[in-house]
């Protein structure tokens, strides 16, 4: 699903970020990728958006070069972005009125693509359609989280690509909405990348984990973790060992 | 604001004004028993065309500055290079009252209605580009970015992001510029012409000598004014409810 073939990436006037990086995986796996700030994870996941640009090497996703951010891929932010204006229904709603606006050119939507505008049923399913008419500022930030799945979700991605989506959610909500997002990824057959600098979040979400380090990256540091998801997986004791492998790993990093 | 209040307030203004008139006892201050007459009686009379003339400036301004600052306010906020180059030129042009434009503006072109449009135009302008352009650089960039990653491109963003964001801002320009343009206009209205409110208070003042009327013709102003600050109020509920939830 994704390849990066030797792909090097600095801003302007600082140490690559990448360099002459690589990294494969494969349609429907989770991946979470670890790293502390500065260690480029958020960059790696605009780079897959297609909203920023290798300097050289290559992005492949499906097989396509990466030039421009795709219609299948969707990306979802820690902050929700969220249009303040619109209730939770239009902004569920939004992806599909782009869509709509542009219609089935193959750029900017898929060329299979048929007009829609129903989100109930993602309202639905992400328990939030009770407050279809609500505005961003009278939910919680766990609601408004749901909101932006919703919107992602209604454009049925093949790739899901999240930057510390849940962060600023109290831990039961994050949990809730950790497992709820690893559910529909598994229901809808989507490949998940998400991003993160906590551990456990890591651990409980990436079936598959990518490390990052101390910039420049040059060699992808995976973890195996096929259990993620799973019932009873954070209580287990490959779940801690894991953590445990984790925070030395980052603590090597930041030493 | 409660309506109850509203009224209430307006009631206790023409009582302190009824008192005033009784303790002054003149005739430069008639009672507003005596203006409201006169202001029924000439609403047969001339009074509806000189409210028309004036009301059809304002909205012609307005409208004028809507259609022009919108786009340069939207492009400007949206553009770091533009927003370099032309916020300079509006930080020494915004805070110049316009009103001593007016007699600049009626030598450039004449004394018809476009002199009067263009100077409520003015007004509006700066006042506009200057809220748009904050509210469109004030867009938060995960904002941007999800749109864009939801297949948004730029005729798309500007579609569903920068047109609605700019709307609460054009209207809390109009708002808190509508009185300045009513009274500009009445300044505007003193010169070359035989049409407007501004004309009708000046002439009945000045010339005439009628007091009264030129007190209804003040009353008419000022309901000018009450209309259009209400009427954009009124907008702004009904465009933008989210402001007013919570």
Not at chain 2, 154 to 168: D, E, H, K, N, T
Request: hydrophobic content about 45%; overall charge neutral; charged content about 15%.
């Amino acid at each position: 699903m994704i390849n990066l073939h030797s792909l090097t990436f600095a801003y302007p006037h600082s140490t690559p970020l990448f360099d002459s990086f690589n990294w494969h995986a494969g349609r429907g796996e989770t991946w979470a990728v670890l790293g502390t700030s500065g260690c480029g994870k958020t960059t790696l996941l605009y780079l897959l958006a297609g909203l920023q640009h290798p300097s050289t090497g290559q992005i492949l996703i499906d097989g396509t070069t990466l030039t421009r951010p795709r219609p299948r891929t969707g990306l979802i932010l820690q902050d929700y972005g969220l249009l303040p204006w619109a209730t939770v229904r239009e902004n569920a709603e939004l992806g599909l009125k782009v869509r709509n606006f542009y219609g089935a050119d193959g750029v900017h939507t898929p060329q299979d693509y048929r007009p829609e505008r129903d989100v109930t049923p993602w309202l639905e399913r992400l328990g939030i359609h009770k407050f279809a008419d609500k505005y961003p500022t009278q939910i919680s930030g766990g609601q408004r989280q749901r909101a932006a799945i919703a919107r992602t979700l209604a454009l049925q991605p093949d790739l899901l690509l999240m930057d510390e989506p849940f962060s600023s959610l109290d831990a039961v909500i994050r949990e809730d909405l950790q497992r709820l997002t690893l559910e529909l990824c598994t229901e809808n057959g989507i490949t998940l990348v998400i991003v993160t600098h906590n551990i456990e979040e890591a651990a409980a979400m990436g079936r598959n984990i990518l490390l990052l380090s101390e910039p420049p990256n040059q060699q992808a540091r995976a973890f195996k973790n096929p259990a993620a998801g799973e019932d009873g997986h954070r209580e287990s004791q490959e779940y801690h060992v894991l953590c445990q492998t984790l925070r030395v790993e980052l603590s090597h990093e930041t030493a | 604001m409660k309506r109850r209040d509203v009224l209430l307030a307006g009631l206790g203004i023409l009582v302190i004004w009824q008192i005033a008139a009784i303790l002054v006892d003149r005739p430069i201050l008639p009672t507003p028993v005596v203006v409201l007459e006169v202001f029924f009686r000439e609403l047969r009379g001339e009074l509806p065309s000189h409210f028309a003339a004036s009301l059809w400036r304002v909205l012609a301004g307005m409208l004028l500055s809507v259609v022009t600052a919108v786009p340069v306010g939207l492009a400007i906020g949206g553009s770091k290079t533009l927003n370099r180059i032309f916020s300079p030129v509006i930080y020494l042009l915004y805070p110049i009252p316009k009103v001593v434009f007016v007699p600049i503006v009626l030598l450039f072109l004449g004394i018809g209605d476009l002199a009067k449009i263009t100077v409520i135009f003015l007004i509006l302008f700066f006042q506009i580009v200057v809220l748009v352009r904050d509210q469109a650089a004030g867009l938060a960039p995960q904002l941007l970015q999800s749109l864009r990653s939801l297949g948004a491109g730029r005729r798309a963003l500007f579609r569903f992001v920068y047109l609605p964001a700019s709307l609460p801002a054009i209207l809390t320009a109009l708002r808190q510029s509508v009185g300045t343009a009513v009274a500009v206009l009445y300044i505007a209205e003193l010169f070359a012409t035989r049409m407007g409110l501004g004309y009708y208070i000046y002439y009945n003042g000045s010339t005439l000598l009628d007091y009264p009327a030129m007190y209804a013709g003040v009353l008419a102003m000022s309901l000018l004014g009450l209309g259009l600050y209400f009427t954009v109020d009124w907008m702004e509920r009904k465009l933008c409810p989210w402001k007013f939830v919570g």
